[in-house]
């Protein structure tokens, strides 16, 4: 099915690897005009790169770095220069913060360690929207997707709470946004990722241990990072008119009780 992407200027951030890079070469396929951004590895991003080529699109690169906003309006602008617009946004980069830095329990968290993950995983997706903002109004099918996680939702154990409030946080974004952009026919929405196996994955996890984990959801089934690439498509989608401000979990259904 033709999704319309054809020559349309699109945005990946964090497209090196996997789901951004998933999403960034299905745009290819489509026949997209494809920037991707990258933090450090700009050697991935240019084997990115050719992969969109090859399937049919037109690369660009552009390095960003979520916990520097001057990097983030430099890359947005590079970037509708280059295409002359921006049709689609995948707010896709993520900063994990030093692993070193989780602790069991809150109350033996540095601050200093939560707020460097808070403010760049949520203050920076907030600085990404507000200059993609302009392109996107003026296209005819703006797009902007959010890409969380479903630690804001369920949780998990092990210090990844200022991870998960940071993309929490962009669920409340995404909420606002839909009545600002929205104003000018842009739609704003938010994938909802899981356990998420990238091609060649089954290979690092033993066959077993994935069989044990996927049945442990009601899906009987995990996601591998093309389909959130298929997800973020469709909500991206010209042929998508009346999506708007949901959350759109890809994680293989609820977990079962144990």
């Known amino acids: 099915m033709d999704l319309g992407f054809k020559d349309l200027a699109v945005l990946v951030t964090g497209g090196s690897s996997g789901i951004g890079r998933a999403t960034a ?90 707020t460097s993950i808070v403010r760049a995983n949520l203050e920076g997706n907030m600085y990404l929207a507000q200059h993609v903002a302009p392109a996107l109004r003026r296209s005819a099918h703006g797009r902007l997707v959010l890409v969380s996680t479903d630690v804001a939702v369920r949780g998990i154990p092990g210090g990844a709470w200022a991870y998960g409030a940071a993309k929490a946080g962009l669920h409340g974004l995404a909420a606002n946004l839909q009545h600002d952009l929205g104003a000018d026919g842009v739609l704003v929405n938010v994938v909802v990722p899981g356990i998420t196996l990238e091609h060649g994955a089954h290979r690092i996890i033993p066959q077993d241990a994935l069989a044990q984990i996927t049945a442990g959801f009601t899906a009987r089934h995990l996601p591998d990072v093309s389909e959130l690439a298929d997800a973020i498509l469709y909500l991206t989608s010209p042929r998508t008119k009346s999506v708007q401000g949901e959350l759109l979990h890809v994680t293989g259904g609820q977990l079962m009780p144990s």
């Open 25 to 114: 070469i299905a745009y290819g396929r489509e026949g997209a005009r494809v920037a991707i951004t990258y933090n450090s590895r700009k050697d991935a991003a240019e084997a990115v790169a050719e992969e969109i080529e090859t399937a049919g699109g037109t690369a660009y690169l552009a390095q960003l770095n979520l916990s520097a906003p001057d990097t983030i309006a430099t890359a947005v602008t590079s970037v509708v220069e280059h295409w002359g617009g921006l049709d689609a946004v995948v707010a896709n980069a993520v900063d994990w913060g030093p692993i070193d830095g989780r602790t069991a329990r809150i109350e033996d968290a540095d601050p200093a360690w939560w």
